[in-house]
């Protein structure tokens, strides 16, 4: 574990089960470089169980979307997927195909930002990268 204020190594102070979940185990650390102290917490994720829960919220959404809706977003992916068939059996771009029978592009989800930290993680083992090789330089008086 680095230190989140300077990306120093951390040593583990005190090590326990967390109050309401045993299954977690809460973790007290210190950097060794700059004595900034912060909590860590270890535990599992049920990462099926998260796929099941939106699965059933995507389909409580369908459910209860407006039936016209639904029909016409239907009806458009359906659209696509034939132009889609129609560029590759014809050998056109499937943009050209869209426009010539007035599709709209489906709507592009944007990138997340990505923020990078602060300062440069170093890789484990590995000399930093960011910083280039000093070299001496004589200094004659
Ligand atoms: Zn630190």
């Given at each position: 574990m680095i230190c989140a204020r300077c990306a120093g190594d951390t040593r583990v102070i005190d090590s326990r089960p967390h109050e309401?979940?045993?299954?977690v185990i809460r973790r007290r650390r210190e950097c060794v470089a700059c004595g900034h102290r912060f909590f860590t917490q270890e535990g599992t994720i049920n990462i099926a169980g998260m796929r099941a829960k939106r699965r059933r919220a995507q389909a409580a959404y369908l459910a209860r979307l407006d039936p016209a809706v639904k029909a016409a977003r239907v009806a458009a992916s359906n659209l696509r997927r034939d132009a889609k068939i129609e560029a590759e059996e014809t050998g056109r771009p499937l943009a050209n195909v869209m426009r010539d029978w007035s599709i709209e592009p489906a709507t592009r989800r944007r990138p997340l930002k990505h923020t990078s930290p602060p300062f440069p993680i170093p890789r484990a083992n590995e000399r930093s990268v960011t910083t280039p090789n000093q070299k001496t330089t004589e200094c004659s008086i």
């Amino acid at each position: 574990m680095i230190c989140a204020r300077c990306a120093g190594d951390t040593r583990v102070i005190d090590s326990r089960p967390h109050e309401d979940d045993p299954g977690v185990i809460r973790r007290r650390r210190e950097c060794v470089a700059c004595g900034h102290r912060f909590f860590t917490q270890e535990g599992t994720i049920n990462i099926a169980g998260m796929r099941a829960k939106r699965r059933r919220a995507q389909a409580a959404y369908l459910a209860r979307l407006d039936p016209a809706v639904k029909a016409a977003r239907v009806a458009a992916s359906n659209l696509r997927r034939d132009a889609k068939i129609e560029a590759e059996e014809t050998g056109r771009p499937l943009a050209n195909v869209m426009r010539d029978w007035s599709i709209e592009p489906a709507t592009r989800r944007r990138p997340l930002k990505h923020t990078s930290p602060p300062f440069p993680i170093p890789r484990a083992n590995e000399r930093s990268v960011t910083t280039p090789n000093q070299k001496t330089t004589e200094c004659s008086i």
